[in-house]
């Protein structure tokens, strides 16, 4: 009934429309990825339960710092990166975000999503991991093992994942069981 309305030439044209567009939506290597069902996919965050001392403590202001971002793939499903790894109780919470701490490790995360802060050029990835208290290795990633995989800045880096370097604005990929395309860069929010 509604085809009659509208002239076939258009509809012939929508269809290649639809047509020639499907193929490239579908294979967009940056496609959707789910949050893994169960703890393991969404570890706590932890800080050096030890206290400030066994960490040389931080004390400032938690927004700052190099910033890396980390985004972690187990099984193709996303891993949690949470907020407030590193970061001491006695913390100021606003909707979620960190906003002040007593102190603080020299890697730290203020808010769920991957953004890594950082106290001082040189640190590697295997720090991070160290301060969240998580596992990290050619064969393991938190509780998941299996061959580990890393990127940096969309570049697989070859070698221990715990050696890896981060630099200041970095996009770093950490996958096992799979391939998820890994990401090449971050937008990160301007420091206020």
Not at 16 to 31: H, K
Not at 98 to 124: D, N, S
Not at 160 to 173: F, G, S, Y
């Amino acid at each position: 009934m509604y085809a009659t309305l509208v002239p076939a030439g258009l509809l012939q044209t929508i269809a290649v429309w639809l047509a020639l567009a499907a193929p490239a939506a579908a294979q967009s290597p940056f496609e959707p990825v789910p949050i893994g069902p169960g703890a393991q996919y969404q570890p706590p965050a932890r800080w050096p339960l030890a206290g400030a001392a066994a960490f040389r403590g931080i004390h400032g202001d938690v927004r700052s710092g190099i910033r890396v971002h980390l985004e972690l793939f187990a099984d193709r499903l996303v891993v949690v990166v949470p907020g407030g790894i590193g970061v001491s109780g006695g913390r100021t919470t606003r909707y979620g975000f960190v906003t002040a701490a007593l102190w603080h490790a020299p890697a730290w995360t203020t808010e769920a999503g991957g953004v890594i802060h950082l106290a001082r050029p040189g640190m590697r990835l295997g720090d991070v991991f160290s301060v969240w208290g998580e596992a990290l290795g050619r064969d393991r990633l938190l509780t998941f093992t299996g061959r580990v995989r890393t990127f940096v800045n969309g570049t697989e880096v070859a070698g221990d994942p715990a050696a890896v370097e981060l630099r200041d604005r970095d996009q770093v990929v950490v996958e096992v069981g799979g391939y998820v395309p890994p990401h090449p860069s971050f937008t990160f929010t301007p420091l206020s």
